[in-house]
Nanobody
């Protein structure tokens, strides 16, 4: 059974930084494309970032481009989301996702096979 567990969320002031981590167990992490999504209260879940199997290709949503970076460490079965210059509108539950076909495009389209339980990020003004 594949499990995705996010960590690193919390409360931060506007302009601050957080790094989210998502560790995968029960599967072959190195073949998965990985991604991050977020859902704010009253809004639909939206794509944030995706990364290919070996990390050579990434995709970042326009709303966070230049502030957020996605990376992965296949030796640690972990994908990261570095979030800088945080804004109150970044407040949301952040979810990790995995695509077992290894397609970052499928991740970005939300066609993921596995999801984490989410971690709350709150940015105060």
């Amino acid at each position: 059974q594949v499990q995705l567990v996010e960590s690193g969320g919390g409360l931060v002031q506007a302009g601050g930084s957080l790094r989210l981590s998502c560790t995968v167990s029960g599967g072959t992490f190195s073949i998965y494309a990985m991604g991050w999504f977020r859902q704010a209260p009253g809004k639909e879940r939206e794509f944030v970032a995706a990364i290919s199997q070996r990390g050579g290709s990434t995709s970042i949503a326009d709303s966070v481009k230049g502030r957020f970076t996605i990376s992965r460490d296949n030796a640690k079965n972990t994908v990261y989301l570095q979030m800088n210059s945080l804004k109150p509108e970044d407040t949301a539950v952040y979810y990790c996702a995995a695509d077992r076909f290894g397609s970052a495009a499928r991740v970005a389209a939300g066609k993921n096979d596995y999801w984490g339980q989410g971690t709350q990020v709150t940015v105060s003004s």
